[in-house]
C-alpha cells in the first residue's frame, strides 16, 4: 500500500512556473513507476508525465513537452514535476499516481494507487 501526498500547487500567471512534489509512503517507492495526471473540469483525466522507477526514462506528450520535467528522489521517497512557461490551458488539478507493472505510462488504469490531486490555476 502507497499513500502519495501531492503538494506544491497555486495560482500562477501565464509565463510563470511551479514545481509540485508529491511525497509517499512506505519503504518500495523505488519499485514504483510515477506519473502525473490532470483533469479540468468538465473533462477526462489526461496524462502530463511519467518516470520510470529508476529514473532513466521519461515519458511526456506532446502537450506539454519543453515546458514540464518529471524528476524523482528514490532517497526521499518523492516524486516531481517542474513547470515552466505555463498557460491557462494547463489549469487543472494535478495527480500523482503510482504504478506497479506500468507498461503503457500514459494511460490511467496502469496505475494503482493515486494521491488526492492539487490545484494548479494559470491566470491570462
Known amino acids: 500500500q502507497v499513500q502519495l501526498v501531492e503538494s506544491g500547487g497555486g495560482l500562477v500567471q501565464t509565463g510563470g512556473s511551479l514545481r509540485l512534489s508529491c511525497a509517499a509512503s512506505?519503504?518500495?517507492?523505488?519499485?514504483?513507476?510515477m506519473g502525473w495526471f490532470r483533469q479540468a473540469p468538465g473533462k477526462e483525466r489526461e496524462f502530463v508525465a511519467a518516470?520510470?522507477?529508476?529514473?532513466?526514462?521519461?515519458y511526456y506528450p506532446d502537450s506539454v513537452k519543453g515546458r514540464f520535467t518529471i524528476s524523482r528522489d528514490n532517497a526521499k521517497n518523492t516524486v516531481y514535476l517542474q513547470m515552466n512557461s505555463l498557460k491557462p490551458e494547463d489549469t487543472a488539478v494535478y495527480y500523482c499516481?503510482?504504478?506497479?507493472?506500468?507498461?503503457?505510462?500514459?494511460?490511467?488504469?496502469?496505475?494503482?494507487?493515486w494521491g488526492q490531486g492539487t490545484q494548479v490555476t494559470v491566470s491570462s
Open positions: 518516470i520510470s522507477r529508476s529514473g532513466g526514462s521519461t
Open positions: 512506505g519503504r518500495t517507492f523505488s519499485s514504483y513507476t
Open positions: 499516481a503510482a504504478g506497479v507493472r506500468t507498461v503503457r505510462p500514459g494511460r490511467p488504469n496502469e496505475y494503482n494507487y
